[in-house]
């Protein structure tokens, strides 16, 4: 089965709130992580979070970690057209502080913002 | 360059041909990764070198698959006899190694289409 599980489509109006969400499997990732695919790019760091934190938050973007539920999301205030894009959410359990990233990823959500 | 760089970016083969996707990691990155992203799925770990030698490739779905990193830089990702179940976009990523926060750089991919 799935390792990272995020529902697969979004669609918001412009300048509402976006909230995707993640579960994932591993207690033992360090990290977790949400990346940004825009059409015919490569996949971009959008932000991270440190498995001690139950919270982060950088300019829109809301990361928020439940870590007794294994949970994951990202709140994306004031949605822009530009924000239409590929988010996944991805692991890192093989993280050894050696410098291994072997991520895995969730299918991603495909969020759609409407003018 | 500035960014990772993969070639080509587009590659369309017969079934049973042999294929060389080249990645091209940041400078001074000593981790590398290829990953391959089907279509509608997330990113799946295939192999992450560590400077020249393959730290991990449990990843690699089977012996028609092979990567090399001869100078700890460039890589060449090479598919042997390749089968339409190989058609993905292939994505190369590199990250600083030691320490960080587990970012991975990634290209933009080169798509393989095996007809």
């Known amino acids: 089965g799935e390792d990272v599980e995020q529902s697969l489509f979004l669609s918001v109006r412009e300048g509402d709130s976006s909230v995707i969400n993640c579960t994932y499997t591993?207690?033992?990732?360090?990290?977790l992580y949400w990346y940004k695919q825009e059409p015919g790019a490569g996949l971009q760091l959008l932000t991270y979070?440190?498995?001690?934190?139950d919270m982060k938050q950088d300019q829109r973007l809301t990361v928020l970690l439940n870590k007794k539920d294994k949970h994951l999301s990202l709140r994306i205030a004031d949605t822009q057209t530009g924000d239409s894009a590929i988010y996944f959410c991805?692991?890192?359990?093989?993280?050894?502080?050696?410098?291994?990233?072997?991520?895995?990823f969730g299918k991603g959500t495909k969020l759609s913002v409407i003018p | 360059g500035a960014g990772v760089s993969q070639t080509p970016s587009n590659k369309v083969t017969e079934k049973g041909k042999y294929v060389e996707l080249r990645c091209d990691p940041i400078?001074?990155?000593?981790?590398l990764y290829w990953y391959r992203q089907s279509l509608g799925q997330g990113p799946e770990f295939l192999i992450y070198?560590?400077?020249?030698?393959?730290?991990?490739d449990s990843g690699l779905p089977n012996d028609r698959f092979f990567a090399v990193r001869p100078e700890g830089s460039v890589s060449t990702l090479k598919i042997q006899r390749t089968e339409r179940g190989d058609s993905a976009v292939y994505l190369c990523?590199?990250?600083?190694?030691?320490?960080?926060?587990?970012?991975?750089?990634f290209g933009e991919g080169s798509r393989l289409t095996v007809l």
């Open positions: 990523a590199s990250s600083p190694g030691q320490g960080g926060t587990g970012e991975l750089f």
């Open positions: 591993d207690s033992s990732s360090t990290y």
């Open positions: 979070i440190f498995s001690n934190m």
């Open positions: 991805a692991e890192n359990p093989t993280y050894s502080g050696a410098g291994s990233y072997q991520l895995t």
């Open positions: 400078s001074g990155h000593t981790a």
């Open positions: 070198f560590q400077g020249t030698g393959a730290a991990d």
